[in-house]
Nanobody, 126 residues
Framework: QVQLVESGGGLVQAGGSLRLSCTTSGGTFSSYAMGWFRQASGKAREFVTA????????YSADSVKGRFSISRDNAKNTVYLQMNSLKPEDTAVYYC???????????????????WGKGALVTVSS
């Protein structure tokens, strides 16, 4: 059973930056593509960004392109989400996700995800 634990959430002002981390255990990290979803209050969970097993390919939703970036360190079993130029509409619970599939140039459906973290709250004040 793979376990994912997010950290790094918090409160930040609009225009600021924040970095989320997700550390995994219980599986072979490099065998999973990793991603991030988010869910704002009263809204459906949505795909944010994903990275391939080796880290050589990434894909992000249009809403965060140019502002958010995903990276991974397979030696540390950790994936990161660097969020810059944050906006109030980025306020959400951010979920780390692991999947054994990755399609270059295509975002994930929640049904593509094999394992979820419990989430980290990011609040962006205006």
């Amino acid at each position: 059973q793979v376990q994912l634990v997010e950290s790094g959430g918090g409160l930040v002002q609009a225009g600021g930056s924040l970095r989320l981390s997700c550390t995994t255990s219980g599986g072979t990290f490099s065998s999973y593509a990793m991603g991030w979803f988010r869910q704002a209050s009263g809204k459906a969970r949505e795909f944010v960004t994903a990275i391939s097993w080796s880290g050589g390919s990434t894909y992000s939703a249009d809403s965060v392109k140019g502002r958010f970036s995903i990276s991974r360190d397979n030696a540390k079993n950790t994936v990161y989400l660097q969020m810059n130029s944050l906006k109030p509409e980025d306020t959400a619970v951010y979920y780390c996700a692991a999947s054994q599939i990755y399609y270059s140039g295509i975002g994930w459906s929640r049904y593509d995800v094999d394992y979820w973290g419990k989430g980290a709250l990011v609040t962006v004040s205006s």
